[in-house]
């Protein structure tokens, strides 16, 4: 069985920017200003990866670590000082004419819409733009309607849309002509719980019903668990992870909660008693419970049976921890050695 080559490969990519450090005082500005203090910093250094057709990777890591350094790379709008990128076919910053018709960019804080024109209108642009037959485009805009509910929208002003409006508009504008590839940075950003759910409806949508393939960076993680089995973990410009996203919460946060409700359960002082397989409840008041397992030892049907037989559980519920919780455990407890040990462009699509 064949398998099919990567849409996106990158290799040893690294980008460096020159700036001048500058001394303080007069008489440093003048020094500056006669022998500048030049350095050059590295906001992206040796990173590699592949990415799948039909993929949706998250690309994730804290403000300053390069992610949408990254992204401009990718998408053509700044060249590596070394490395090598193949796109889609293209080397995105040689062949960017031809390039940009094989991918969508949206970028969370800035609009592809013509700011005063209706809606309607930066649509019809694009579509002559890219050349797509009139009856395709109304095709497309029919699917985005249903998917995003966007028709209503056509005929207003962009400046007048809201964030989440305009959001909803700008992905579709990204997907008009078809592309192999959408690139987003922080599509979420600024947006209220319920435009998020509809932008993540549709990017999931997006990926399955046209099977465009997503690179997502964002500093939203539920936009991550919500929509992306394999992420990217970058730091300071190094590449710190590429895998699963289960397996990076497990490797960082083993443990999961198991929280249930015993109200006929009476122990006098003191906790419950240990049940079977070792556990030991913590009493959170008013006939509640909660046990902390580790699921490298136990699953957790093993701890829900242990419990049944052991209290009479009226009800429980299974609390694991976050990808957030996992992110910031990373970098509060320095956990960077021990994450799992992956491979450079690891395929975690299946």
Same mark, same amino acid.
């Given at each position: 069985?064949?398998?099919?080559?990567?849409?996106?490969?990158? %290799?040893?990519?690294?980008?460096?920017?020159?700036?001048?450090?500058?001394?303080?005082?007069?008489?440093?500005?003048?020094?500056?200003?006669?022998?500048?203090?030049?350095?050059?910093?590295?906001?992206?250094?040796?990173?590699?990866?592949?990415?799948?057709?039909?993929?949706?990777?998250?690309?994730?890591?804290?403000?300053?670590?390069?992610?949408?350094?990254?992204?401009?790379?990718?998408?053509?709008?700044?060249?590596?000082?070394?490395?090598?990128?193949?796109?889609?076919?293209?080397?995105?910053?040689?062949?960017?004419?031809?390039?940009?018709?094989?991918?969508?960019?949206?970028?969370?804080?800035?609009?592809?819409?013509?700011?005063?024109?209706?809606?309607?209108?930066?649509?019809?642009? $694009?579509?002559?733009?890219?050349?797509?037959?009139? !009856?395709?485009?109304?095709?497309?805009?029919?699917?985005?309607?249903?998917?995003?509910?966007?028709?209503? $929208?056509?005929?207003?002003?962009?400046?007048?849309?809201?964030?989440?409006?305009?959001? %909803?508009? !700008?992905?579709?504008?990204?997907?008009?002509?078809?592309?192999? $590839?959408?690139? $987003? !940075?922080?599509?979420?950003?600024?947006?209220?719980?319920?435009?998020?759910?509809?932008?993540?409806?549709?990017?999931?949508?997006?990926?399955? #019903?046209?099977?465009?393939?997503?690179?997502?960076?964002?500093?939203?993680? #539920?936009?991550?668990?919500?929509?992306?089995?394999?992420?990217?973990?970058?730091?300071?410009?190094?590449?710190?992870?590429?895998?699963?996203?289960?397996?990076?919460?497990?490797?960082?946060?083993?443990?999961?909660?198991?929280?249930?409700?015993?109200?006929?359960?009476?122990?006098?002082?003191?906790?419950?008693?240990?049940?079977?397989?070792?556990?030991?409840?913590?009493?959170?008041?008013?006939?509640?419970?909660?046990?902390?397992? #580790? %699921?490298?030892?136990?699953?957790?049907?093993?701890?829900?049976?242990?419990?049944?037989?052991?209290?009479?559980?009226?009800?429980?519920?299974?609390?694991?921890?976050?990808?957030? #919780?996992?992110?910031?455990?990373?970098?509060?407890?320095?956990?960077?050695?021990?994450?799992?040990?992956?491979?450079?462009?690891?395929?975690?699509?299946?």
């Amino acid at each position: 069985m064949s398998v099919a080559a990567p849409i996106v490969l990158a %290799r040893h990519l690294s980008r460096s920017f020159r700036t001048v450090r500058r001394r303080e005082g007069f008489l440093g500005a003048l020094t500056d200003w006669v022998a500048p203090r030049r350095e050059d910093i590295a906001a992206v250094s040796d990173v590699s990866f592949e990415i799948a057709p039909g993929e949706m990777v998250g690309y994730i890591g804290p403000n300053g670590a390069g992610k949408s350094t990254t992204i401009k790379m990718l998408t053509g709008i700044l060249v590596p000082t070394s490395g090598e990128i193949l796109s889609a076919g293209f080397v995105p910053w040689k062949e960017r004419r031809r390039y940009v018709r094989s991918i969508g960019v949206v970028f969370g804080q800035r609009t592809g819409l013509w700011w005063d024109l209706p809606v309607v209108d930066s649509f019809r642009l $694009l579509a002559a733009v890219y050349r797509i037959p009139a !009856d395709e485009a109304k095709r497309r805009m029919a699917q985005f309607d249903e998917l995003l509910g966007i028709g209503r $929208l056509l005929q207003t002003p962009v400046r007048k849309l809201s964030l989440g409006e305009r959001m %909803r508009c !700008d992905l579709a504008a990204a997907l008009l002509h078809s592309p192999k $590839l959408l690139f $987003l !940075d922080e599509p979420t950003i600024g947006l209220d719980v319920v435009a998020k759910a509809a932008i993540r409806s549709f990017l999931a949508a997006a990926n399955r #019903d046209f099977g465009v393939t997503v690179l997502l960076t964002t500093h939203d993680l #539920d936009d991550i668990s919500e929509l992306c089995r394999r992420v990217i973990l970058i730091d300071h410009g190094r590449l710190l992870y590429d895998g699963q996203l289960e397996q990076l919460r497990t490797s960082i946060r083993p443990e999961a909660t198991v929280v249930f409700d015993a109200p006929d359960l009476h122990t006098g002082e003191g906790q419950p008693p240990v049940c079977r397989g070792g556990l030991q409840p913590e009493s959170r008041g008013n006939g509640r419970y909660s046990v902390v397992f #580790d %699921r490298g030892r136990l699953s957790a049907a093993e701890v829900v049976r242990s419990l049944m037989e052991t209290y009479p559980v009226k009800d429980l519920t299974i609390q694991e921890p976050t990808i957030e #919780d996992v992110i910031r455990t990373i970098y509060q407890r320095g956990e960077v050695e021990n994450l799992p040990a992956h491979p450079a462009g690891v395929d975690a699509s299946n």
